[in-house]
């Protein structure tokens, strides 16, 4: 039995204890905004906070996740208002959207702890999100815009 | 606002057929539905769009409706995969002719149903080209509607009302309606005929190449709420994950899962019979393994047990094919165009110089894996996919399952990216296979990454040999190309071993320089793999090694390679070879008249990118310009991309500079979305790309081992130059065209910066 919270909800999972997070996510919640993209953690796509840190959810089994407090990319605002989602529609960053989510989270999570920063940080925490499309200047773009060095 | 009657003369072609069609709009709307001629009609240039299947519908019925409220409903008929034609671009040249107010539309998918809506195989940058036309007729056609509803209803002459913004004037008294208080009378009325259409005068356009309008889904996908194809979920609804053959072609001899039904969650195991050659997009085949939850289904087939019969490619291998097809251009090959006399021109040439270029295996790696949900009801079967080409994908699958197409309704999703690969529907197929084992409980068949790293069907890999002779004044007087590639034919007859018209057609019979002495000719290349479309397709390799190979003359002879490549291409003039090609000759499936190749285009974004890009500028130590131009998909671009190499050899594009003349453009801002990811996916296929086969089988799975350009190593900037045209100019392909000339821009620029000349892609440890 894991006993986590999502979004702010209490959740009791009785599964197998080895699921990774994010099928639990999409399968067993419902919360398909949390991507499936390679599930090795190499791409990005499923990047949700866990105790506020960017992780991805397709890496980390439901029993590491006991007790935790995970927010999708449902969760970061209740009326999808964070200055992160905001400064990507400003920019007009996605092309075909999927990995977004997952680039968002990691952005969100970025400037909770550097509010201004750097290229090269910014560069270093994105370095994880692939985007096929190739959305990469304006991500880089937008999270600038959304940090306090704007 | 005053609209005038466009000039263009618009007739009437067909209206013999007639039907009867529903709506497509919810509850509370008063859905524009009426019998109607279903018009297949003249436009004001002609377009391949005639020749596609089901063509192109310009009925107002089909495509727009609006409610009690106001709220204007647009049909997207056509896929969306990230370059926001379908789903904006398209529905805004609606919205422009209709002079509704955006923000009081809505867009809608349609279901795949080609009858209804016309071509839905949302591929070969096609979209805006084909389809300009047929919106702008929509558009006005419903506001033509309108206006007559409420001239009507106010008991006044046509004449004297106009639709504005969202409502319609009565001009002499200033009285008004809105677009919602008239939507039930316009409903009940007929379309108009095409010839009384009045098109508005581009100086009227709001959005039409404004670039004022954000993509439909921006809230959705920044929120997690857009529905991907790997997202879809419903009542009850299962997991499948499949084991294919390793090698195509490839049976399942025996197999034992046991193991697998004791893991919890699993439901049943099933078996998916593959498809003898040609095979088209039928699945591999293989063993099923359906579960509570994707991650039961995973475990169960790892459980798996499965002898594989690998069959006829078992012994593939991509190092020995490599040599096969380098052999092929070394001979003499199967003629494709012929003018003058190449060997007599290189016999007594002062110089000649050769080179060749190897290009491998891609796959498209599109970020969302490949997904299907399917469910069957009373004999009726449903499904949610992503694919760009809903309507073949329903009609494929009708009759795999052996039922009436008009009993399979197929929902297109959005697709996590395209590229090609969702061109080919095989994973719908397995879906609807897998819902009628479990007699139709609701089954979503989910692809890896790494099934989709080896179960592709991938770029085709290509062998390219160019001489050229020069004369005693260094003038290009040979030109012979020879090309070898496996043709993606073989998906649909049997293996042709020689690239069919559509890939000579892709930047090689079509090679417009001014040459008096032209031989091309492809060399033979049996299949073994699955190979399709991907991105801009044979371009790829064709644009990479005549670019390359002409940066590589100029550098022998000293010359300034964008001079020596606007010399190369000649004078203005249109490149007559129809007649000079020996294959049949495919201009992209368009009229040649009306899209011909126009060398003085290519010189023109040549220049405007040369002069962009500052060409010439000076540039610190270890950094470099490159520049090449292609015309692709009836586009011309030219690119000019800035490295610097550091002395490990790391890589890095500080600037990219694009110029693009894709005729009349619709979403500039769309459009430079699209260049900047040309970039970005030229980049990774000239970096990394590359899937290479051993026993049949692919070694790469995921990222980890077909890596591609992440954040830091994308381009910093680049700048897209968009070539003004007036709407007289037929507008061409926008997607796919980015891609070709970046890499040669890039590999000249690498040269630039090292003197380091790139013939194998991908360039991998090439620069250390």
New interface residues.
Partial sequence: MVNVHVNGKEQTFDGDPSMPLLWYLRDELGLTGTKFGCGVALCGACTVHLNGEAIRSCGIAMSDVAGKSVVTIEGLDPKGEHPVQVAWRNISVPQCGYCQAGQIMQAAALLAHSPAPTDKQIDDAMFGNICRCGCYQRIHTAVRAASKGA | MTYQRNQQNVTLANVSRRRLLKGVAGTGVFVLAAQFPAVRSAMAYATGAEKMPHGVVTNPHIFVSIGKDGIVTIVAHRA?????AARTSLPMIVADELDADWARVRVVQSPGDEETYGNQDTDGSRSVRHFIQPMRQVGAGARQMLETAAAKRWGVNVNEVQARLHEVVHTPSGKKLGYGDLAADAAALPAPALDTLRLKQPSAFRYIGKGNV??V???D????????G??V?LPGLM?AVVARPPVVQGKVASYDASATMKV??VVKVVAIDGTPPPAAFAPLGGIAVIAK????AL?GREALKIVWDDGPNASFDSVSYKAMLEEAVRKPGKLERNEGDVDAALGSAAKVITAEYYSPHLAH?????PAATARMTNGKLEIWTSVQSPGGARDDVAKRLGLDAKNVTLHCT??????GRKSKWDFAIEAALLTKAMDGAPVKV?W???DDIQHGFYHTVTAERIEAGLDKDNKVVAWRHRSAAPSLFANFMPDPKYPQFIELGMGFVDTPFNVPNIRLESGEAQSHVRVGWFRSVNNVAHAWAIQSFVAEIANQLGRDPKDFLLELIGPARIVAAPEKATTPWWDYGEPYDVYPVDTGRLRKVTELVAEKANWGRKLPPGHGLGIAAHRSFVSYIATVVEVAVDAKGNLSVPRVDTAIDCGFYVNP?RIR??I??????GL?LAKYGEITLKNGRVEQS???DYP?????E?????NTHIVENSIDVPSSGVGEPGVPPFTPALCNAIFAATGKRIRRLPIGGQLA
């Fill in positions: 969306e995969m990230g370059n926001g954000m993509i889904d921006l809230f996908i920044t929120t997690g709420k857009a529905t991907y790997q997202d979920m997991f919890p969650g939850s994707t991650w039961a475990k790696a599109t970020m969302e894996p959005l697709l996590g990216g395209g590229f989910v890896t990454r790494e801002e979305s699209q900047e990811g040309a970039a970005v996916m990774s995921n990222f980890n591609v350009v992440r954040h830091d994308s381009p910093t900037v680049t």
